[in-house]
DNA sequence: CGTCACATCTGCGGATTCCGTGACTCGGAA
DNA sequence: TTCCGAGTCACGGAATCCGCAGATGTGACG
C-alpha cells in the first residue's frame, strides 16, 4: 500500500513548522523551541499502538501504556482535534485502479505560491513539497492511466502561469512505504 | 504534516477499533500479490467511508453504502485480510520530533535491487520509487535535524556500494497532502 | 500557606457496537 | 439442475464506547 504522505490537517499547519496548536489558554510559554513538545512519551506509546492498528481498543491501548480506558479515550481525542494524528484508511493505488503514478520536478519564475495553489486545485495531485535544489517544487500525481498522466502534465500543469519547466519521473516501482514515526 | 505515502485523511473523526499486529509486514506493504482488479464500487465506497473516519461503525458504513452490518464487516475484513487496505494512525512529522525532511533522487551502477534494499532497511526512509527519468531511484528521508539528514545522506546513502549519485531536495514547506484514491 | 482554576486520571453504569452463527435467497458457473 | 459465493436478517452474549461524576495534582495568586 502505500499513498499519499500523510499529514496533518491543513489549517494549522502552514508555515513555521508546524507544531499543531492547542487550543489557546494551555500552552504557557513560547512554542517557538519545542515543537517536539507537544506529544509527551505515552501520547508517542498510544500512536504506536494505532499505528499497528488504527481500531485497537481503548482498553487494550490504555494496557499496553499504563493507562485506563477512559484516559487514553480522552489523550485519542485530543490528539485528532489537535490534528497530531489521524485515524485513517490507506490503499494501495493499483489495486484501485490508478495505474500511473509519476513525480514531478517543477521550476518556476517568481512565486512559488500561485502555482502551488494551482496545483493544490488538482485532484490528480496527491502531494506538493517546496523544496530547495534543483527544483523548486515536487509534486506526486496519481492517475489512471497513461492518457491521463499525459493530460494532466502536459495540458495543465506545463501549461500554468509561472511554470518555467518540469521534469517527470514516472513511478516504476514502489518499493517501500512506512508511515510510523513517532514509532522509532 | 506530511509524510509517507498512504492515505487518506479526512478532516477530523475519529473512532476506534482495533487489532493489533506487530512487526514488519503488515498487510500491506511486501508482496507482490497482485490483487488487481478486485474492488467493485461497493467496496470502494466502503472504503471512502473508511478514508473518512478509519473508526467508523460498521452499521454507520453499511447504511451510506447501502449494505448490510454483517455484509460491511465481512468486506472489511476481506479487504484488510487482502491488503488492499490498511486502517492506521498517520501523524505530522513535524509535531512528533522530525523537523527535517528531503527528496533524494539516486542514480545507481547497475542493478538496483541491491541498493533499493539497503535504503529499505533505513529507518529513516520513509518513501522509496524506482522510477524512469533522470534518478533511477527517489526516496523520502525523514530525520530529526540537520545533523541527522546530513548523517544519512552523507555517511549512509552515499556510501552504498552501487550508488553513483545522489542530489537532494530539502523539504521548505509541506503544501498538500492526500490520500484518498477511490474517493475521487 | 490556603484557594481557585484547570488539566488529567480513575470508576462506573448504560447505550452501542462487535462478531459468530444459522437460515434463507439470489444469481452465476459447472 | 446443482454447487457455491455473497447478501440479508435475526439473535444474543461479549466487548467496546462514551458521558459523567469524584479524586488528584499542579501552577497562579492573594
Known amino acids: 500500500m502505500h499513498s499519499g504522505r500523510v499529514v496533518s490537517r491543513s489549517a494549522d499547519?502552514?508555515?513555521?513548522?508546524?507544531?499543531?496548536?492547542?487550543?489557546?489558554?494551555?500552552?504557557?510559554?513560547?512554542?517557538?523551541?519545542?515543537?517536539?513538545?507537544?506529544?509527551?512519551?505515552?501520547?508517542?506509546?498510544?500512536?504506536?499502538?494505532l499505528q499497528e492498528d488504527g481500531r485497537r481498543p481503548y482498553a487494550a491501548i490504555g494496557k499496553a501504556v499504563g493507562l485506563s480506558e477512559a484516559a487514553v479515550r480522552q489523550r485519542v481525542?485530543?490528539?485528532?482535534?489537535?490534528?497530531?494524528?489521524?485515524?485513517?484508511?490507506?490503499?494501495?493505488?493499483?489495486?484501485?485502479?490508478f495505474r500511473r503514478q509519476a513525480m514531478l520536478g517543477i521550476n518556476v519564475d517568481g512565486d512559488l505560491e500561485p502555482v502551488a495553489d494551482a496545483l493544490d486545485?488538482?485532484?490528480?495531485?496527491?502531494?506538493?513539497?517546496?523544496t530547495a535544489g534543483s527544483f523548486d517544487l515536487m509534486v506526486e500525481i496519481v492517475c489512471e492511466d497513461d492518457d491521463h498522466l499525459?493530460?494532466?502534465?502536459?495540458?495543465?500543469?506545463?501549461?500554468l502561469p509561472g511554470v518555467r519547466s518540469t521534469e517527470s519521473f514516472v513511478y516504476l516501482k514502489l518499493k517501500k512505504q512506512?508511515?510510523?514515526w513517532g514509532t522509532r
Request: net charge neutral; glycine share 8%.
Open 121 to 130: 486545485a488538482m485532484k490528480e495531485v496527491e502531494y506538493i513539497v517546496i
Open 77 to 97: 481525542q485530543k490528539l485528532l482535534d489537535q490534528g497530531v494524528m489521524q485515524i485513517v484508511a490507506v490503499t494501495d493505488p493499483l489495486t484501485v485502479g
Open 13 to 49: 499547519s502552514s508555515n513555521g513548522h508546524g507544531t499543531s496548536r492547542v487550543p489557546a489558554s494551555a500552552a504557557g510559554s513560547d512554542p517557538s523551541r519545542r515543537t517536539s513538545g507537544t506529544v509527551d512519551a505515552v501520547s508517542l506509546a498510544i500512536i504506536e499502538q
Open 150 to 159: 499525459l493530460e494532466v502534465i502536459n495540458k495543465r500543469v506545463r501549461t
Open 178 to 180: 512506512t508511515y510510523m
